[in-house]
């Protein structure tokens, strides 16, 4: 018989399909997993010690064909709602706001408009949990980012922002595992859907685990990212020790973000700076440098198993503000309860109501790529005869933009190549420029062409085309 260790890792890690969520390590009794960074700067699972091949770590792998889908965690969780909605972009939603916390110091040092600490400190003023959760950051080099457990607001508020950084969940799902009490956590949908998967196996996760908390992901992004931005700037990226992401600058719109970063080259001597979207973050992000192959392979937006989700205000009305917006969706009762409250009754945050049309707008480019790529990522899997996952966007039909597929392929390959290389041209940046040009070439080539397609894209976007072929055709 085939463990569960040996099952995640024939069909998940070797297969590099693993996003590192150290879910499977999180659960497993024995502490058999753990989880360690590989050569590429992204977190793997390794099996530590004596398996009893219980077969628990697979049943929660996000990533392990078999497990249930968003589609099918989302009925079982929202489905009998009252006044629950669905829509195919962003599955169930109660509904939909946009805002900003009122505080302008604590919304100036947060991702965009701050609504996840505020919602996560609320949670824990309203005694709705005792512990929450959530991202900080680290000054361990090695480390620079660690998942932590907030007792009090300050605590949660000096985890701030986004992190485009490796996080693993293992220390504290073990935490959770041992210590009674009601927790909320914040996650990317693979988390989220990781934790749903391990809170029907795991009594202890199913009753203590109150509150989930979603983002909206696009991508991650491996170590060797912040190591390349931090070249970009003049760092020397084999020093880097400390990274913040999402850098708000007064003169620049929210989506001129920056990263900033300290290197200590040798004892005494500090190097900092910060480099903005616009200067060079812009082609790595877009272009998938440094992103996990999981990626590649994931089609949930919206983080439709998480109670609320909350993203980026990418909407014109909204982008040229510095201080920045968030969006959300709500899909538990009680926090959307919250959120009407605090409409009504502003206190400590500044809400509107917004259709989710706008909301999924937002999103369009995310969409077009996680979805609208998909069918082009898996034919390529089947020509070069590796095995294919089940995914529930292959058809790729819907949302799929004239000329997006070559686009697509074209960040696929420099999502593999840009790993080996960084490590290969030993951080060296001019050595890596070089190594990447005929890739970057390529990509820029299949980029002319995708938006030598927009006026014709944007017609069958507002004609509203692209999701009827899903709603009638794809979608089952
Ligand atoms: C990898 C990644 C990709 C993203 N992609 C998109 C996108 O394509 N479109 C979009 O609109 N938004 C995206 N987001 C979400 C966006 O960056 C903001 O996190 C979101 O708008 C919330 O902003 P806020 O001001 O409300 O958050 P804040 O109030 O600043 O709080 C953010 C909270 O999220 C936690 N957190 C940050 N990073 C992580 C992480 N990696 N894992 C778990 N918890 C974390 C922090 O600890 C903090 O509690 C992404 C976020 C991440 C981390
Ligand atoms: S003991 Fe169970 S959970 Fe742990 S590694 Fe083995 S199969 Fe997985
Ligand atoms: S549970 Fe997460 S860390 Fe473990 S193999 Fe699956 S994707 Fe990787
Ligand atoms: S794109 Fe998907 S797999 Fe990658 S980090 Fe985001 S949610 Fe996880």
Redesign the pocket.
Known sequence: MTSGWQMILEHVVERDYCCGCGVCAGVCVRHAIQMRFNDYGEYRPYLASDCTGCGLCARVCPFLDGNANEDELGATLFEKMREIKHAIETGYYRDAFVGH?ADPEVRW??????????L?ETLLAEKAVDMVL???PNDDPTLL?R?EVCRRADE?RR???????P?TTQGVLAFVAKHPGRYAI???PC?CKAIRLAQQRVPPLRQRIKYVLG???????SRSFAEYVCALGGGDPHHLSRVEF?VKDRSRPASDFGLGFTCVPEPGRKQEGTVFWTQGIDRAWLDWYFTPNACNFCDD?FAECADAV???A?LPEYCQDAK?H??ILTRDAWINGLFEHELEHPKKAVLRRIQVEKVIR??MG?LCSKRGGMRDRISRLRQTGLPVPVKRWNTGAWLRPLGIGRLELARYQISRQSRVMWLECGKNLAAFQSGMQDSRRAVDRARRRYLSYRISNGILLRAGLYRRWAMTDFYS
């Open positions: 916390v040092g947060c991702a965009s408009g701050g609504i996840a600490t505020w996560l959530c991202v900080s980012f998942y949660i985890c701030r922002r986004s992190c485009y950084y996080v914040v996650g990317l988390v983002l909206v992901c696009g991508q991650t992004k999402r937006v909350v993203m980026d990418w920045g968030s969006l937002s999103q995310v």
